[in-house]
């Protein structure tokens, strides 16, 4: 059984196979006024990491991307490479939140602190070991995805 898709509007450099992004939110800005195909560009979860999965051979015409025009694909809800504190890897879901640790010059800054996911219970998809913390706190590396 193939689980569950949703439909959305990408730009072309996104319509492909494999393809992650973060849907960072709908667009703030004039150009997507009257459009009718608005809805289903804006219909994801924003703070959410999302795969492609299908490229349909369908696209509509847009006022806000570059090449004029959007592609529809379906897409699914991915994995997101971070943090957590180490005592919260004990089951198969955990509460995760950016670490505040206030040292962004951290060479594992990025990783701790991902653009997009929105804090709260998310699954633990992998664990990838251990990752030394210069503030102190014991990690671990992980892929969650949000429940």
Same mark, same amino acid.
């Given at each position: +059984?193939?689980? !569950? =898709?949703?439909?959305?509007?990408?730009? &072309?450099? +996104?319509?492909?196979?494999?393809?992650? *992004?973060? *849907?960072?939110? !709908? %667009?703030?800005?004039?150009?997507?006024?009257?459009?009718?195909?608005?809805?289903?560009?804006?219909?994801?979860?924003?703070?959410? $990491?999302?795969?492609?999965?299908?490229?349909? @051979?369908?696209?509509?015409?847009?006022?806000? $991307?570059?090449? &004029?025009?959007?592609?529809?694909?379906?897409?699914?809800?991915?994995? *997101? !490479?971070?943090?957590?504190?180490?005592?919260?890897?004990?089951?198969?879901?955990?509460?995760?939140?950016?670490?505040?640790?206030? =040292?962004?010059?951290?060479? %594992?800054? !990025?990783?701790? $602190?991902?653009?997009?996911?929105?804090?709260?219970?998310?699954?633990?998809?992998? @664990?990838?070991?251990?990752?030394?913390?210069?503030?102190g706190y014991e990690l671990t590396r992980v892929l969650l995805k949000g429940l």
């Amino acid at each position: +059984m193939r689980a !569950a =898709m949703t439909l959305t509007l990408v730009p &072309g450099p +996104m319509a492909a196979k494999g393809q992650a *992004f973060t *849907f960072l939110g !709908a %667009n703030s800005g004039p150009e997507c006024d009257g459009c009718p195909y608005k809805r289903l560009c804006f219909g994801l979860v924003p703070g959410t $990491h999302y795969e492609v999965k299908v490229v349909r @051979q369908v696209t509509h015409p847009c006022g806000l $991307h570059d090449e &004029g025009r959007v592609h529809v694909v379906e897409v699914e809800a991915a994995p *997101f !490479a971070t943090t957590v504190e180490t005592r919260l890897t004990r089951g198969t879901a955990a509460t995760w939140t950016p670490i505040p640790c206030g =040292m962004p010059e951290c060479p %594992n800054y !990025a990783l701790c $602190h991902p653009t997009g996911p929105h804090p709260g219970r998310h699954e633990i998809v992998r @664990q990838d070991g251990n990752l030394p913390c210069p503030a102190g706190y014991e990690l671990t590396r992980v892929l969650l995805k949000g429940l």
